[in-house]
């Protein structure tokens, strides 16, 4: 089904304020997972919604708490979430960030005790939309074998990079080959994957997203590099923001909270005048875009520049929920 920007708004925040969630941020919370939805990555807006009200309701996720200061070193900051909504801090701490780039040039904020931020690529965006590179990632809870292994030990810690332009050119992507949320959005149309996505249980690949889902051998991008930038990607977040790593929050906790994140903002425009920066970042696009396809009839694309497009259709046309997501939603 279609909707728009509003009646998602307005459905995610009847569930909020019924679970006594304060306007404010029942407003604010429900106005992100709307964003993040007719932006198009419905995987980390609507789909996710009925997880995110589950953490809630099970106490997971601490609606009034707010985020603290734990300790400042410059363009470096650390600081605590003490469970609080996590796309809500998310966005404060990429704002925070923005703020030590533009003092020093680069801002740097290590974040502990945080909850699922939904879309990672909102605060990469975030940045971008400022003029400011913008870098982040989070670890999670073990939902990924390490290259070798068939039990889940590290996290699908997604890791955005984010470059100023027009359009914005933005990698936000999983350690996994898929999310697991983009394999949920394939079986919800009944696709199979584009690529292999995992190993089903006699430890062949498959595409095949429900095999995956259900025995969580979901295969890192790129193999073992996936899994080994899987691995520094949770011990930087980690040391740097003195919280917990995959292994303390899948073994210490009843769930996936508590996270660790990270959030960088690079200055750009103190480093190279505007129509330098313009021609060079055409250049590369260009240059990139007119390579020979291996499909005539296939575009060569860069990351991140189709949401300005889908934005737009789904602003015209209405956003395309599916029916069975909306119904469970409907239910809360
Ligand atoms: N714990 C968490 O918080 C987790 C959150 N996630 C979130 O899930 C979402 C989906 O992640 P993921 O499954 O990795 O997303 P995808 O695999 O769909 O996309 C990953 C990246 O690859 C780019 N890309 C995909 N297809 C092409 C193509 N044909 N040509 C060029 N570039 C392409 C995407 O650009 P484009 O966006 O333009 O398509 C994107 O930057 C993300 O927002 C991520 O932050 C994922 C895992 C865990
Ligand atoms: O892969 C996803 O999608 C995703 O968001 C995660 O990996 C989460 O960390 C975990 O909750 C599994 O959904």
Same mark, same amino acid.
């Given at each position: 089904?279609?909707? $728009?920007?509003e009646?998602?708004?307005q459905?995610?925040?009847?569930?909020?304020?019924?679970?006594?969630v304060?306007?404010?941020?029942?407003? @604010?919370?429900?106005?992100?997972?709307?964003?993040? $939805?007719? &932006?198009?990555?419905?995987?980390h807006?609507?789909?996710?919604f009925?997880?995110f009200?589950?953490?809630l309701?099970?106490? +997971?996720?601490?609606?009034?708490a707010?985020?603290?200061k734990?300790?400042?070193?410059?363009?470096?900051?650390?600081?605590?979430?003490? %469970? &609080?909504?996590?796309?809500?801090t998310?966005?404060?701490?990429?704002?925070?960030?923005?703020?030590l780039?533009d003092?020093?040039?680069?801002g740097? #904020?290590?974040?502990r005790n945080?909850?699922?931020?939904?879309?990672?690529? &909102?605060?990469?965006?975030?940045?971008? @939309?400022?003029?400011?590179?913008?870098?982040?990632w989070t670890?999670?809870?073990a939902?990924?074998?390490?290259?070798?292994?068939?039990?889940?030990?590290?996290?699908?810690?997604?890791?955005?990079?984010?470059?100023?332009?027009t359009?914005?050119?933005?990698?936000?992507m999983s350690?996994?080959?898929?999310?697991y949320?983009?394999?949920?959005?394939?079986?919800l149309a009944?696709? @199979?994957?584009?690529?292999?996505?995992?190993? =089903?249980?006699?430890?062949?690949?498959?595409?095949e997203?429900?095999?995956?889902?259900?025995? %969580?051998?979901?295969?890192?991008?790129?193999?073992?590099?996936?899994?080994?930038?899987s /691995?520094?990607l949770d011990?930087?977040? $980690?040391?740097?923001s003195?919280?917990?790593?995959?292994?303390?929050?899948?073994?210490?906790? &009843?769930?996936?909270?508590?996270?660790?994140?990270?959030?960088?903002? /690079?200055?750009?425009?103190?480093?190279?005048?505007g =129509?330098n920066? +313009?021609?060079?970042?055409k250049?590369?696009?260009?240059y990139v875009?007119?390579a020979?396809?291996?499909?005539? @009839?296939?575009a060569?694309?860069?990351?991140g520049?189709?949401?300005t497009?889908?934005?737009?259709?789904n602003r015209?046309?209405?956003?395309? #929920?599916?029916?069975?997501v909306?119904?469970?939603?409907?239910a809360l």
């Open positions: 089904m279609r909707l $728009t920007f009646q998602l708004k459905e995610f925040e009847r569930v909020l304020l019924a679970r006594g304060k306007a404010e941020l029942a407003d @604010e919370c429900a106005t992100m997972f709307a964003q993040t $939805t007719e &932006s198009g990555v419905y995987s807006g609507v789909n996710r009925p997880r009200i589950q953490q309701e099970a106490g +997971d996720i601490i609606p009034d707010q985020p603290t734990a300790l400042a070193l410059g363009a470096i900051e650390q600081w605590d979430a003490h %469970r &609080s909504i996590g796309n809500l998310a966005k404060k701490m990429m704002d925070r960030a923005i703020e780039a003092g020093h040039g680069i740097l #904020v290590a974040l945080a909850n699922h931020w939904m879309r990672g690529g &909102s605060y990469g965006w975030q940045a971008a @939309e400022k003029g400011y590179i913008g870098i982040c670890n999670s809870i939902v990924m074998p390490p290259w070798g292994a068939k039990e889940c030990r590290i996290g699908t810690n997604p890791l955005i990079v984010a470059v100023p332009g359009p914005i050119t933005m990698v936000d350690m996994s080959m898929f999310s949320g983009m394999l949920e959005v394939n079986r009944g696709r @199979e994957l584009p690529v292999d996505g995992g190993f =089903d249980d006699q430890g062949n690949l498959t595409k997203p429900s095999v995956i889902e259900k025995n %969580r051998r979901i295969l890192p991008m790129g193999y073992w590099k996936g899994s080994g930038m /691995i520094v011990m930087i977040a $980690t040391l740097l003195d919280g917990a790593s995959v292994a303390e929050v899948t073994e210490d906790n &009843s769930d996936e909270y508590g996270i660790s994140q990270i959030f960088i903002a /690079i200055e750009v425009d103190k480093l190279i005048s =129509d920066r +313009d021609a060079k970042l250049r590369i696009v260009e875009k007119t020979e396809r291996s499909d005539p @009839e296939v060569v694309r860069l990351p520049h189709e949401f497009q889908l934005l737009a259709e015209r046309n209405g956003i395309n #929920v599916d029916d069975s909306w119904a469970k939603i409907k």
